[in-house]
């Protein structure tokens, strides 16, 4: 949405615009790396062109207003700037107001208050991380608002750890580091490869060819806060825990490289827990694997990862379920596809596909109608470009 739209929306809540400033964070699209970033891992995420527009202005009560178009049954959410607590009536609003508890909390004066309106325009709840879009919205206009200096790459990381901490101490979700840093750092044309234990990054040209993403909506909306995502987080600490108690020197389990775990697999008591935990140690190592392939334009190898990616997560982190699986599956049918993988949490949410762009029609008419035909509803498509990390518009 342009900085104009976001303007009109402002003056239709708030009454008058002046004054008020806009700003734009993507949604992104995780390439391969999934469930390693909270254990210690690798991944290969791009922001999207698609994402969340919010338009801001101060107030000098203390009090923050906030809207969303996409949540108007809500209506305006008032509360103030301090003593801010998780309201479950508030719905989309508590990722904001958790923004400005985790800024305040960590020294940063956002005291005079605010109003801000939001919109969208990418499918909230399909694993593209509309959350993570909607905290770093709030966080680079509070940055531009309030001045605080959460610019330069330094200042967007520092904003993206913030953001986590919203997820894990106000929301309730143990989510790791990858959806904020691709959402606050990403750079158009370029996938993010990101060592979540050290924070080592760089940008890997997504030089796909005459191939292009399509993502594939199930349509099966989920909440992490709903779904089984910090019981899988529990199961591999559980398998962690064992290994280190029968010798293996590691703080995290992707610190294993797949001939390690081998080795130290049998000290996991719980055979469900020793799954989630080969997923883990496994999907890093294919990440590795496919940024290398990625960047020697090796296509064929970086599919074929993505779908060893699923099927790993299928089998043994069972994170993906009939809808999801029933994507994959079709879209491994088609000559024109490459490779195809959920992507983000899973649960419900999106499959990528890396499709050639003569075939796009035919794979979109063919995925649509046997999942219709299969599942029952419908799926949607969105062919997003790659695009630039959160911004003043
Ligand atoms: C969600 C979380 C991320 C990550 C993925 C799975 O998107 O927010 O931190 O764990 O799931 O890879």
Known sequence: MSRSKSTALFERVFGDSSGCDAFFAPGRVNLIGEHTDYNGGHVLPCALTMGTCAAVRRRDDGQLRLYSADFPDIGVVSCPVSGILNDPAHGWANYPKGVVKVLRDDGLPVDSGFEMVVSGD??????????ASLEMVTAVALSGLFSLGLEGDE?????????????????????????????????????????????????????????????????????????????????CERALADMRRAGASASSLCDLTPEEFGRWSD????????????????????????????????????????????????????????????????????????????????????????????????????TGERYRRYIGHDCSFFRSESGDGARRV
């Open 155 to 235: 200042g967007r990381a520092r904003m993206a750890a913030l953001g986590q901490r919203v997820e894990n101490s106000f929301i309730g979700v143990n989510s790791g580091i990858m959806d904020q840093f691709a959402v606050a750092l990403g750079r158009a044309g370029s996938a993010l490869f990101l060592d979540c234990a050290t924070l080592e990054r760089r940008f890997i040209p997504l030089n796909l060819g005459e191939h292009e993403i399509i993502l594939v909506n199930s349509n099966k909306r989920r909440t992490l806060a709903e779904s089984n995502y910090n019981l899988r987080r529990d199961e």
């Open 267 to 366: 000290a996991i008591s719980d055979p469900v827990c020793r799954r989630r935990a080969r997923h883990a140690v496994l999907e890093n190592a294919r990440v590795l694997d496919a940024a290398s392939a990625l960047e020697a334009g090796r296509l064929d190898l970086f599919g074929k990862l993505l779908n060893e990616s699923h099927l790993s997560l299928q089998l043994d982190y069972e994170s993906t379920g009939r809808e999801l699986d029933c994507i994959a599956e079709l879209a491994w049918q088609r000559e024109e596809c490459l490779g195809a993988r959920v992507t983000g949490a899973g649960f419900g949410g999106c499959v990528l596909a890396i499709v050639h762009r003569d075939g796009a029609e035919g794979f979109m008419r063919f």
């Open 122 to 131: 990418m499918p909230v709840g399909a694993g593209l991380s509309s959350s």
